[in-house]
């Protein structure tokens, strides 16, 4: 399994971007994906997670209410917009599969992209 991300950028406080990530390998509903992020200095954080056979959603209470998970099943990618970003959203942004939300461990990870929020 290998898993492409892209869609980052730097983009102004109160801004959208939205994150891809490409799944090759497997299908994205065969497995639970999910976004990480890490800020310089910080640890890793779980973003954002949607399960395998339900598509339920998870998100951290930091990003509720502005940024939406998704799939795309027939471009086999999961989606992360994020909407009115801040500052503090800047990170290096990860996706990952094949894990229990919240729980991991996380077997796949693909490349981080970077997002910039510019105040």
């Known amino acids: 399994v290998q898993l492409q991300a892209s869609g980052g950028g730097l983009v102004q406080a109160g801004g959208s971007l939205r994150l891809s990530c490409a799944a090759s390998g497997r299908t994205v509903t065969s497995f639970s994906m999910g976004w990480f992020r890490q800020a310089p200095g910080k640890e890793r954080e779980g973003v954002s997670c949607?399960?395998?056979?339900?598509?339920?959603?998870y998100y951290s209470d930091s990003v509720k209410g502005r940024f939406t998970i998704s799939r795309d099943n027939v471009k086999n990618m999961v989606i992360l917009q994020m909407n009115n970003l801040k500052p503090e959203d800047a990170a290096v942004y990860y996706c990952?599969?094949?894990?229990?939300?919240?729980?991991?461990?996380?077997?796949?990870w693909g490349l981080g992209t970077q997002v910039t929020v510019s105040s």
């Open positions: 990952a599969a094949d894990f229990t939300c919240g729980l991991g461990p996380e077997r796949y």
């Open positions: 949607i399960g395998s056979s339900d598509g339920r959603t």
